[in-house]
């Protein structure tokens, strides 16, 4: 099973406990495939870098490498904008196209909105787990 998630979730993933920690923790033991694109990658690095200023105590950098060496690599599908209501968040969708990914994760409301979008399923942390992880 291909995912892709959204910077908000690996973001709490990283810093906090909870759906998003157990999600990346499955990742890290094989259960999915994390697909990301160049400039999701990049996105999770700035703000995982500057949110880590404030929790020096929390290697970031330690995660990101791994996604980085680990993550599936894509090519995105060319979206328009109005694909989502929030623009910044079409590129989670492009992401999940160009990978032929099955879920999108996501805390986000508008992009869960989208949900079943060219048949690209996005769902919330809690729902990804309770469906998949347990």
Sequence with gaps: MR??????????AIFFSGPPSRILSAWLEDKFEL????????EYRGT????????PQVDVAVVLDRIALHALLVLPVGLPDDACEDRDDVKFLACALGAR?????????ALLRTSGYQGIE????RRFLAQHLT
């Design 101 to 109: 990914a099955q879920y999108v994760v996501t805390g986000d409301r």
């Design 48 to 55: 995982a870098t500057r949110i880590g200023e404030k929790f």
């Design 122 to 125: 996005v769902v919330s942390p």
């Design 35 to 42: 697909a990301v694109s160049a400039e999701i990658l990049a």
């Design 3 to 12: 995912v892709v998630l959204d910077t908000n979730v690996l973001i709490s």
